[in-house]
């Protein structure tokens, strides 16, 4: 990652800001087919994984959940995590040009350093900033996503502070042999190959899938026409045995490569541009914008690689479920920026965790108790620049908590959960989190939580990088929060119709802010700026079947996150919408999908010299769309379009986004000939 783009994810990371009406349309557009709503039934996830302690019914979980199926996304013409996130309410995706650029993902007017990323229970958020890159995560192998919104560090510690982006890929456990092949390419010089095998035998099950992908790219600065190529490969494998009835021990391994080169913005050193008026598309104060052109563009490297291995052991008849593990997850970035020269860090975290889960048989009032007990160990190191500043102090966390949950036969589910964490530095810290999920009748269900976030600062905040430009702030405190939601859930017309409203409210305390030094011009650090910064907001969804052959789903959220001294946070839309429409003809064979994302003006700022002035991003709507051929069994033609109108606008300012792209692919699905046939 270059100097430039990395001073980005530290310093700005995500925000918000206004416009409603296109989002309200779109909406009333999706609530119009309640005309021809017939009465069928919109399957709903059974399971939450991670939205508490122990596995959980989704129609029992209090917590505010979004659960993603890989094989529906790719069915829909996604091609991506953070495309299919940008339909998500409450998430914002930040991504600073093309494929393979750096991508964040915010929840609730947050910043990306406060969203815990799982893949496969490893946390894979980056070791030098906190905030996870979802660049070019494709959705091959990807099985399910889950997304938990709210903060949930009384479940999942310290970096859960906003939510929990949960990714699994497949296992193949309880699937007969099978293998898929993927081929793709389009504008832009864009190709993509890619092959996945998963199955089980007896008590063995495997998964492994390979995916490249390279494009030509575009120029994603406002000046020169320079092509910011980029090219990635990612291999999953996951492999397990059921020993017994009673004992299982799955392990998983995902390796990612991905080089990018990028325009470099005059973010350091001497300002070179100009100030034009904001009636030329950006405003900012007082009334100008600015722009500079490019120095010339830099290369980035990163590569990680993560594994886990744990084992869960049920005895007692189910009464006692007790799972054992431990993970390892490795980042590397290797930067050359045109005006800075080399960069470079590496980073580790190893985990150790052990859960023990009891199932108390029924009682008095015929309810359902659970009780878990969680223990974990975490150490990380990060090196920056071997040759000149070595190994940054290793960073250890000790956390112990427990989650007890009742579920009571009149449709009352309640949890709680608490957790007592130690992080070298900061000593000790509680925090916790308290959720009802009450189901009234058959078609209705109230849904509610309360608790507390916590994030460490990242390592660069603690000790900082490149002297000049940015110091260290050894004596950060934890960034922390206070947070509730309410929300309703309601099946209409048998099924055919299903609305979630939830509102919520967070209180973010000691929020690390950048400042000047004193009598260091040009150089920043670090400090918890003083009292609280609000946020609030309404996210809502809507599902529709109105006939056999034709699936709505839209979402809007509304979001009014603020800096505690009441100015708007930069990249957080004010209003966000999306409407998702499916269709299936032909004998089902032809199935077509259009997809609409409209996102209201927001503030952002400029990196050029300190303190950043404010920019406005203007609002945008985008429209997608793909359709696929199912030629014969198993073989399957599509096109996919993006920004089919294309829109040009910013999710980060000066990062011009995806213009018109179109690909065009095959894909092969392959299972054995049945014996006899």
Not at 341 to 363: E, I
Not at 650 to 666: D, I, N
Request: hydrophobic residues 40%; aromatic residues 10%; charged residues 20%.
């Amino acid at each position: 990652m270059s100097i430039a783009p990395t001073l980005l994810r530290v310093r700005a990371e995500l925000g918000l800001r206004s416009e409603i009406k296109l989002a309200l349309a779109c909406v009333l557009l999706a609530g119009s087919a309640l005309a021809t709503a017939r009465a069928q039934s919109v399957e709903l996830p059974e399971i939450s994984v991670y939205a508490n302690q122990a596995p959980t019914d989704i129609g029992k979980v209090g917590a505010a959940v979004t659960v993603l199926h890989g094989a529906d996304l790719r069915a829909q013409g996604y091609n991506n995590v953070p495309d299919a996130l940008r339909a998500v309410p409450g998430v914002e995706v930040s991504q600073t040009g093309n494929r393979g650029s750096l991508t964040q993902v915010s929840i609730r007017g947050s910043q990306a350093k406060h969203v815990l990323v799982l893949i496969d229970g490893v946390q894979v958020n980056d070791l030098q900033d906190g905030a996870f890159d979802f660049a070019d995560f494709s959705l091959e192998g990807i099985e399910r996503i889950e997304v938990v919104r709210g903060p949930q560090s009384g479940i999942h510690g310290s970096d859960a502070n906003a939510g929990v982006i949960a990714i699994t890929t497949i296992s193949g456990r309880g699937q007969k042999p099978s293998a898929d092949v993927k081929l793709e390419g389009g504008m832009e010089r864009s190709r993509e190959i890619a092959a996945s095998a998963r199955g089980s035998s007896g008590p063995i099950y495997a998964s492994v899938s390979a995916d490249r992908e390279a494009t030509g790219g575009y120029n994603i600065s406002r000046f020169g026409d320079f092509a910011n190529w980029s090219n990635r490969t990612t291999v999953n494998a996951r492999f397990g045995i059921d020993f017994t009835p009673e004992l299982n021990v799955d392990a998983s391994m995902r390796y990612v490569r991905r080089d990018t080169s990028i325009d470099i913005q005059p973010f350091f050193g001497p300002f070179v541009g100009f100030a034009v008026p904001s009636s030329l598309g950006c405003s900012s104060t007082p009334g100008l914008c600015f722009f500079g052109p490019p120095f010339g563009n830099d290369h980035t490297g990163f590569d990680s690689l993560q594994g886990r291995v744990h084992g869960t052991w049920t005895t007692a008849d189910g009464v006692l479920v007790q799972k054992f593990g431990a993970s390892s997850y490795k980042d590397g970035i290797q930067s050359f920026d045109a005006q800075n020269g080399f960069f470079q860090t590496h980073g580790t975290r190893d985990s150790f965790d052990y859960k023990a889960t009891f199932n108390v048989p029924q009682s008095f009032f015929n309810e359902h108790q659970t009780l878990t007990i969680a223990a974990d160990h975490q150490r990380e190191t990060l090196v920056e620049n071997p040759s000149f500043f070595g190994s940054l102090p290793a960073r250890i966390r000790n956390g112990i908590g427990g989650e007890y949950t009742i579920d009571l036969p009149w449709a009352l589910t309640l949890t709680g959960a608490i957790r007592r964490e130690n992080n070298t530095g900061f000593g000790d810290d509680t925090t916790w989190r308290v959720s009802a999920s009450q189901k009234l009748l058959s078609d209705a269900r109230l849904h509610a939580s309360v608790g507390t976030g916590a994030t460490r600062p990242a390592l660069i905040d603690q000790f900082g990088f490149f002297p000049g430009f940015f110091i260290g702030n050894p004596n950060l405190k934890p960034e922390s929060s206070f947070g509730w939601d309410f929300g309703w859930e309601q099946i209409w017309l048998g099924g055919a119709v299903v609305t979630d409203v939830t509102y919520f409210n967070v209180r973010f305390a000691d929020k690390i802010i950048t400042v000047g030094v004193p009598n260091l011009p040009g150089t920043t650090t670090e400090t918890n700026a003083p009292g609280i910064s609000p946020r609030q907001g309404v996210e809502a969804t809507l599902k529709i079947n109105p006939v056999s052959w034709a699936t709505i789903a839209a979402s809007y959220t509304y979001t009014d996150a603020r800096l505690s001294d009441g100015t708007p946070e930069i990249r957080q839309a004010r209003n966000k919408a999306s409407v998702n429409v499916t269709t299936h003809w032909l004998e089902n064979k032809l199935h077509v999908n259009t997809g609409l994302i409209f996102h209201s003006d927001m503030p952002d700022l400029f990196f050029g010299t300190f303190p950043f002035p404010t920019v406005t991003l203007p609002a945008y709507t985008v429209v997608n769309a793909s359709v696929s051929y199912d030629v014969r069994p198993g073989v399957q033609l599509y096109v996919r379009a993006q920004n089919i109108f294309n829109r040009r606008y910013e999710e980060v300012f000066s990062f011009r986004a995806q213009p018109f792209v179109a690909y065009a692919g095959l894909k092969v699905h392959l299972e054995p000939i049945a014996e006899g046939r």
